[in-house]
């Protein structure tokens, strides 16, 4: 008996859960088809550009290495 009140339970946390969770959703602003794209070209770019100034970190320290073991 306790275990199909604990089951209705559960269904009904879940249940109201989900039902939060749309409410939630639907307040969102989400961006336009133009805002994407121009944030995840911006976000693209920043990402290459970081790449390439790691691997020159990267070099400059492999190079440094290399002159005191040497």
């Known amino acids: 008996m306790a275990k199909a009140v604990s089951q ?3 269904e009904g946390a879940v249940m109201r859960y989900l039902k939060e969770v749309r409410a939630e959703m639907s307040k969102v602003t989400w961006p336009t088809r133009e805002e994407a794209i121009r ?3 911006i976000v693209l770019a920043v990402t290459i550009l970081m790449a390439f100034f790691l691997g020159g970190v990267d070099w400059v320290f492999d190079q440094l290495f290399r002159l005191i073991i040497s």
């Open 8 to 10: 209705k339970k559960r």
């Open 39 to 41: 944030l995840t070209l």
